[in-house]
């Protein structure tokens, strides 16, 4: 006589293999991994928050600093039409902030601000070339936020 194998009858359709799964389980995995999703999600917003806030920190400074290239350009400009001009410029507007030039000795500072409340400082060394009537001038060393 062959004997077949009897089949087990599951009587609680959550059990499978004699393992129960505690009633909630499935619920604190997805919460966990909600909780971790919305970390990685802040965490992101954090990074591009700081990022932007760099660009801004970027332009602010180099609108800054084309303010005040652009008094030492206008102090080199009022040296070539008279080399004896010493008066400086003070608060003279630019685009989106102003500009202040002061010229002691040979050296030409200027300062600007611009409209934000970034600052930039650049001041040149100049020189009058030998022999030339006042309209050749030379920037002999540029220091920029010194």
């Known amino acids: 006589m062959i004997m077949e194998p009897s089949l087990a009858i599951i009587h609680r359709p959550s059990s499978i293999a004699g393992h129960r799964c505690p009633a909630g389980s ?3 995995v997805v919460v966990v991994l909600a909780a971790l999703l919305a970390a990685v999600v802040m965490g992101h917003l954090e990074i591009n928050i700081e990022e ?3 660009v801004q920190n970027h332009t602010g400074g180099a609108e800054a600093l084309a303010g005040a290239e652009a ?3 206008e102090a080199l400009a009022r040296l070539r039409q008279d080399p004896d001009w010493r008066d400086g410029v003070t608060d003279k507007p630019f685009p989106g902030g102003s500009y202040t030039v002061v010229v002691k000795g040979s050296t030409v500072t200027s300062t600007a601000v611009t409209s934000r409340g970034f600052v930039a400082q650049m001041a040149a060394e100049v020189s ?3 022999g030339s009537s006042g309209r050749a001038w030379h920037m002999t060393g540029v220091r920029i936020n010194p």
């Open 52 to 54: 932007m806030q760099l």
């Open 26 to 28: 499935v619920l604190l």
């Open 128 to 130: 009058q070339e030998s």
């Open 71 to 73: 008094g030492v350009n």
